[in-house]
């Protein structure tokens, strides 16, 4: 069960969570309505965005973790309701407490298990197969054959910074598919705002040359860094191919297909990276 705390008005967010009775309110439905924690009884509720969470409302949910009970709005009846929370958020919650938009004790309450997203600029070696499964799924979702896309297109969605991580990587990717016409995705078809943009960090005196700040920080020369990257990036990429060859019980057509590239190219790359098959 998901809900989105940004996107609902702070009017209605209460009756969302917790629910109502007939007649709580103007325009409130016959027979009363269920909330989402109601609703995940037993289960999880995922709260996106709970940074935007209503500063008043973070005291009811607080409350609510502590004792995991629910009242509707209109009842005077609280009901027992065991339920998981996972939260997530963009913001920096400790700088929200200092300025007072986050209730510190709910903080605390939900910071049980922290896991921390790099954004994707920090994850490079990760693009290749976002980039892929995106491809795969949306060609899915698009009835027809999933495409392949060259290394030259690769390498510029690599090089790029990513502001809006994820989500505009997979609105990239199906604008790449609408507008392909052959069965491989290029460089010439990609957004041209990609290839005007320069990496995020470490431009050399070479136009177009420049080293991640990962990699930066390693202390490495542009030709290390560049030879690095190659390096880890065939690694990723005969760690996908291993595991796809499991995955898939060997069958090259199918590893093909989910990566797609074309059988010869697959067997080229596991000749290059002496993959025993």
Same mark, same amino acid.
């Given at each position: 069960?998901? #809900? %989105?705390?940004?996107?609902?008005?702070?009017?209605?967010?209460?009756?969302?969570?917790?629910?109502?009775?007939?007649?709580?309110?103007?325009?409130?439905?016959?027979?009363?309505?269920?909330?989402?924690?109601?609703?995940?009884?037993?289960?999880?509720?995922?709260?996106?965005?709970?940074?935007?969470?209503?500063?008043d409302m973070q005291v009811?949910?607080?409350?609510?973790?502590?004792?995991?009970?629910?009242?509707?709005?209109?009842?005077?009846?609280?009901?027992?309701?065991?339920?998981?929370?996972?939260?997530?958020?963009?913001?920096?919650?400790?700088?929200?407490?200092?300025?007072?938009?986050?209730?510190?004790?709910?903080?605390?309450?939900?910071?049980?298990?922290?896991?921390?997203?790099?954004?994707?600029?920090?994850?490079?070696?990760?693009?290749?197969?976002?980039?892929?499964?995106?491809?795969?799924?949306?060609?899915?979702?698009?009835?027809?054959?999933?495409?392949?896309?060259?290394?030259?297109?690769?390498?510029?969605?690599?090089?790029?910074?990513?502001?809006? %991580?994820?989500?505009?990587?997979?609105?990239?990717?199906?604008?790449?598919?609408?507008?392909?016409?052959?069965?491989?995705?290029?460089?010439?078809? !990609?957004?041209?705002?990609?290839?005007?943009?320069?990496?995020?960090?470490?431009?050399?005196?070479?136009?177009?040359?420049?080293?991640?700040?990962?990699?930066?920080?390693?202390? !490495?020369? #542009?030709?290390?860094?560049?030879?690095?990257?190659?390096?880890?990036?065939?690694?990723?990429?005969?760690?996908?191919? !291993?595991?796809?060859?499991?995955?898939?019980?060997?069958?090259?057509?199918?590893?093909?297909?989910?990566?797609? !590239?074309?059988? %010869?190219?697959?067997?080229?790359?596991?000749?290059?990276?002496?993959?025993?098959?």
């Open positions: 069960m998901a #809900i %989105n705390c940004g996107a609902i008005p702070k009017e209605l967010l209460q009756s969302e969570l917790f629910g109502y009775e007939e007649g709580a309110f103007t325009g409130a439905r016959k027979g009363g309505g269920t909330g989402k924690l109601e609703m995940g009884d037993g289960g999880t509720v995922f709260l996106d965005e709970i940074g935007e969470m209503p500063f009811n949910l607080l409350r609510f973790l502590q004792d995991k009970m629910i009242t509707r709005i209109g009842s005077s009846t609280p009901k027992k309701v065991e339920v998981r929370i996972i939260a997530a958020t963009n913001r920096r919650l400790k700088n929200e407490i200092q300025l007072g938009r986050f209730w510190e004790d709910l903080y605390y309450r939900l910071n049980v298990i922290n896991i921390s997203l790099p954004p994707l600029r920090d994850r490079r070696l990760d693009i290749p197969p976002i980039t892929r499964y995106f491809i795969q799924t949306l060609c899915h979702q698009f009835n027809r054959e999933t495409l392949g896309i060259s290394d030259a297109a690769m390498n510029v969605l690599c090089d790029y910074s990513w502001p809006g %991580n994820v989500r505009e990587l997979r609105n990239v990717i199906e604008n790449l598919i609408v507008f392909t016409e052959g069965p491989i995705i290029t460089e010439a078809i !990609l957004p041209s705002y990609l290839k005007r943009a320069l990496p995020l960090t470490g431009q050399s005196a070479e136009a177009g040359t420049s080293v991640p700040e990962s990699e930066q920080s390693r202390g !490495l020369t #542009i030709a290390e860094a560049q030879q690095y990257r190659r390096k880890a990036a065939a690694a990723n990429e005969r760690n996908e191919i !291993l595991r796809l060859l499991e995955e898939c019980d060997g069958n090259i057509s199918e590893v093909a297909r989910k990566m797609g !590239l074309s059988r %010869n190219t697959i067997y080229r790359k596991i000749k290059t990276y002496k993959i025993d098959i």
